[in-house]
């Protein structure tokens, strides 16, 4: 099966009923803690070479909880990503 943004959500609200954005949110900043952990702990290691922790495992932890979220506001995940990103297209970075 592949995944979709509402396929994700639906699996989110049946295995998660009743739970609140602000939980979610909590939830996010555990995946994102987990994350920092896995790529510190792959820092020093090569490119190519086995890594001792699941970073796109993470990631995707991440992901799941962010599209959830953004679903529940409404929001298409990759509509609004298109859209920021035409936005930080024009940004001059240099300025910072």
């Known amino acids: 099966m592949e995944e979709t943004a509402e396929s994700i959500f639906t699996?989110?609200?049946a295995t998660f009923p009743g739970t609140t954005p602000?939980?979610?949110m909590k939830k996010?900043?555990?995946?994102?803690?987990?994350l920092t952990f896995a790529v510190a702990e792959n820092a020093t290691i090569p490119y190519g070479t086995e890594r001792k922790h699941d970073i796109p495992g993470e990631i995707a932890n991440c992901m799941i909880v962010l599209i959830s979220l953004a679903c529940?506001?409404?929001?298409?995940?990759?509509q609004a990503i298109q859209?920021?990103?035409?936005?930080?297209?024009?940004?001059?970075?240099?300025k910072r």
Not at 72 to 78: K, V
């Open 11 to 13: 699996w989110h609200k």
């Open 22 to 24: 602000l939980k979610m």
């Open 28 to 34: 996010l900043s555990e995946e994102v803690t987990e």
């Open 72 to 78: 529940r506001y409404g929001i298409a995940p990759l």
């Open 83 to 94: 859209e920021k990103m035409e936005i930080n297209r024009k940004r001059d970075r240099k």
